[in-house]
């Protein structure tokens, strides 16, 4: 039994289609699969689907796994499969992440092992929405508990299912010894539990938890000198970004959202925020993503820069923002960097329960939030922080969505990627974000377990396992610079 503490709080539902955070994802990806998957280091491989090809540019067929069963024995095919992409699409579910699968139209079954996806437009992104979004569920079941009984005990095809519930201590999963991928999952069950930030790492270091994924970098030398623990650190497509208000003034003058970027002090918002484990990126793309433009340079800390672009812009004393923040701690820190340049924020906090209904009643000058890409490609967090149609951001730039909307319907790879960096390099000169850090995730785990994390920060745990010795080193580091990432079929 593995036990995880990979967040403080407990997710609000279990039910794939009323919830689109990373950390429940991370729950749910256990135990609910889709049609295919990303591997940890976000190659696209087969799960539900064995294989799949393009009939047109509209329209996708996939050839399903036989023999699947849901945990409850009901049977995986193709109307399973038509019934999940119904229930995610119907307007009356309100599931939370539609704006990233709109572009699917339905799916239309051919025969008990045979699915065709069809898409509004062409779709480059749409293996990659399948394996970061859309989950597979057991119609009967679903039809008979109903969406909010679901929501308590899920059920799905994966290597885990679920077994109880300790409300506001853990969730519990156990081995699904029926999995079709024989020979896993290589434990018996998972454990997350849910702790206060503070209490997570005196948790690992009294084995009561045996992994836990936001370690403080300050605390790394406790980890790494206990004899039981050591230290894990991966890079992970992650970032806090600044959606900017382009509607209106000051934020509608380029003079002055670039100003702002030359007055963040990244290297001083890595270490207050991140305990120095992080990279400045020079726009919403991170090495090894898709779309990552590698020409782009990091906005430089230049005050005196920044001072005279206000001075340009109209604003020699500067003037008052207001931020809507979910990032506590560098919402504090980049207030404190803009009143050097006579920028006057006020702060309001919010969390990711309020978040989208409280972007929408404030309509904030910049919305500062983290992000994880579950679709590694960078077009997913440059629609969360620009698109006109994302509920994340407060930027509305028509060029922008035509290039986004380019780029999302182009399924050559060749001119993808060509307009992909050219996007990227738009967000860049135009400042429409502020830019800020890649998150190098600091871990800390028993030096038994044997876990390899995943790059978009939302972790499979089917091949963990126990290792018999406890020699493992009191550092380890997975690669820094991940292979660029695209969809690929088998």
Not at 317 to 342: D, H, T, Y
Request: hydrophobic share 40%; aromatic share 10%; with cysteine.
């Amino acid at each position: 039994m593995l036990r995880i503490c990979d967040w403080q709080l407990e997710p609000s539902s279990l039910n794939p289609t009323q919830v689109f955070d990373a950390k429940t994802d991370t729950i749910l990806h256990q135990m609910l699969e889709g049609l295919v998957q990303f591997q940890p280091d976000g190659k696209l491989e087969p799960a539900l689907a064995v294989s799949w090809e393009r009939l047109d540019p509209l329209r996708m067929r996939f050839q399903l796994r036989a023999g699947v069963r849901f945990h409850n024995g009901e049977p995986m095919d193709a109307e399973s499969v038509r019934f999940s992409f119904a229930t995610y699409l119907d307007p009356a579910t309100r599931f939370p992440g539609y704006a990233v699968i709109r572009n699917i139209a339905r799916v239309d079954v051919e025969g008990p092992g045979t699915v065709v996806v069809v898409t509004h437009s062409p779709d480059s992104l749409l293996l990659s929405r399948l394996a970061g979004v859309v989950r597979i569920l057991p119609r009967a079941y679903y039809e008979k508990v109903g969406p909010q009984d679901f929501a308590g005990t899920p059920v799905g095809t994966g290597p885990f299912r679920f077994s109880r519930r300790v409300p506001g201590k853990f969730i519990a999963l156990e081995a699904n010894r029926d999995y079709w991928r024989k020979g896993y999952p290589l434990l018996t069950g998972l454990e997350f539990h849910f702790l206060p930030f503070d209490r997570q790492l005196g948790a690992l270091l009294k084995g009561e938890v045996d992994l836990i994924t936001e370690l403080p970098g300050t605390r790394t030398i406790d980890v790494a000198r206990n004899p039981r623990t050591r230290v894990l650190k991966n890079s992970a497509f992650w970032t806090i970004y600044g959606s900017m208000n382009t509607t209106r003034k000051p934020l509608s003058d380029l003079r002055v959202r670039q100003a702002l970027n030359y007055a963040l002090d990244r290297g001083e918002l890595i270490r207050l925020e991140a305990m120095g484990n992080g990279r400045p990126v020079a726009s919403l793309s991170m090495q090894g993503e898709a779309g990552h433009n590698p020409e782009l340079a990091v906005y430089p800390y230049d005050p005196a820069r920044a001072r005279r672009l206000l001075k340009e812009a109209g604003y020699p004393k500067g003037f008052e923002l207001q931020l809507l923040s979910v990032a506590a701690r560098a919402a504090q820190v980049v207030a404190g960097q803009f009143a050097e340049i006579g920028v006057r924020v006020r702060v309001i906090q919010t969390d990711a329960a309020q978040m989208i209904g409280d972007v929408a009643r404030l309509k904030p000058d910049i919305f500062l939030t983290s992000c994880p890409d579950p679709l590694y490609d960078a077009s997913f967090i440059e629609w969360a922080a620009c698109s006109s149609e994302s509920p994340f951001s407060v930027v509305r730039d028509p060029v922008f969505d035509k290039k986004l909307g380019e780029v999302a319907t182009t399924l050559d790879p060749t001119s993808r990627d060509k307009l992909a960096r050219e996007l990227d390099a738009y967000i860049h000169d135009q400042a429409l974000c502020l830019f800020t850090f890649q998150r190098v995730r600091t871990l800390g785990l028993d030096r038994r377990v044997q876990f390899v994390p995943s790059l978009s920060d939302m972790h499979r745990f089917m091949t963990t396992s126990f290792s018999a010795s406890a020699s493992t080193a009191g550092f380890s580091t997975q690669p820094s610079v991940p292979a660029k990432h695209g969809a690929t079929s088998p």
